[in-house]
């Protein structure tokens, strides 16, 4: 995924102290209004106005900062994006590490959790994939998010001695992702929901006889 964060908040990647410029923080705040409309009315409500009643900036701010409704569309969602290394990184996850059945389960569990436990990241991300689907320019940004997080585990699995390792990492992330999707019309499911589903499909480890 494109970094757009490289200091400070960030949605996906985490918190840096690093100083930001007072037009930085600002521009921040109106991204961070944006995503704020995308989450309670869908990207069709995003307008310059509206963003900066949200944001609470003027008209003329968030003009100044994003001219056009789609550049502000597209530079919300590459902030709430971030870095697909970082936010790996922030799950205590590293693609030189080797997985273990055990290990595996806990990692994409630990994602799991942290999604369920911010259902606006989780909306967002299925109002980015639906808009994606008319801006080709957004699908690409999402799919190589996507991809770079298939990437990274994929290497994991292949030092891990997993066979198929590529179809198995686009397999889990999958499962991830149709999971978070169903919580949004089932708020009573839970992370031991998606470890009991995960637990009858992930493979047996390949140090472990059969």
């Known amino acids: 995924m494109i970094c757009e964060k490289c200091s400070n908040t960030d949605p996906?990647?985490?918190?840096?102290?690093?100083?930001?410029?007072?037009?930085?923080?600002?521009?921040?705040?109106?991204?961070?209004?944006a995503l704020a409309v995308i989450d309670k009315e869908g990207v069709d409500a995003v307008t310059?106005?509206?963003v900066g009643i949200e944001a609470e900036q003027s008209h003329g701010v968030v003009s100044y900062h994003f001219p056009t409704r789609d550049a502000l569309i597209q530079k919300a969602f590459e902030f709430h994006l971030g870095?697909?290394?970082n936010y790996m990184s922030a799950l205590g996850w590293r693609s030189d590490q080797r997985l273990t059945r055990a290990h595996l389960s806990k990692l994409l569990t630990r994602l799991v959790a942290r999604e369920l436990a911010d259902a606006r990241s989780i909306k967002i991300d299925l109002e980015l994939s639906l808009y994606g689907a008319?801006?080709?320019?957004?699908?690409?940004?999402f799919d190589n998010w996507v991809r770079?997080?298939?990437?990274?585990?994929?290497?994991a699995l292949h030092h891990s001695g997993y066979d198929h390792p590529?179809?198995?990492?686009?397999?889990?992330?999958?499962?991830?992702?149709?999971f978070l999707l169903?919580?949004?019309?089932?708020?009573?499911?839970?992370?031991?929901?998606f470890q009991a589903r995960l637990e009858l499909l992930l493979p047996a480890s390949p140090d472990v006889e059969m």
Do not use: W
């Not at 102290?17 to 209004?33: C, D, H, P, V, Y």
């Not at 008319?134 to 940004?141: D, G, V």
């Not at 590529?166 to 149709?178: P, T």
């Not at 169903?182 to 929901?193: A, G, Q, R, V």
């Open 12 to 33: 996906k990647a985490g918190t840096s102290t690093m100083q930001i410029s007072a037009g930085e923080k600002t521009r921040r705040q109106i991204l961070e209004g």
């Open 48 to 50: 310059h106005r509206r």
């Open 83 to 85: 870095s697909a290394e």
């Open 134 to 141: 008319r801006k080709p320019a957004l699908a690409e940004l």
């Open 148 to 155: 770079i997080g298939c990437e990274n585990l994929s290497l």
């Open 166 to 178: 590529d179809e198995l990492a686009r397999s889990l992330i999958n499962l991830v992702r149709g």
């Open 182 to 193: 169903e919580y949004l019309t089932n708020k009573t499911l839970t992370k031991f929901d």
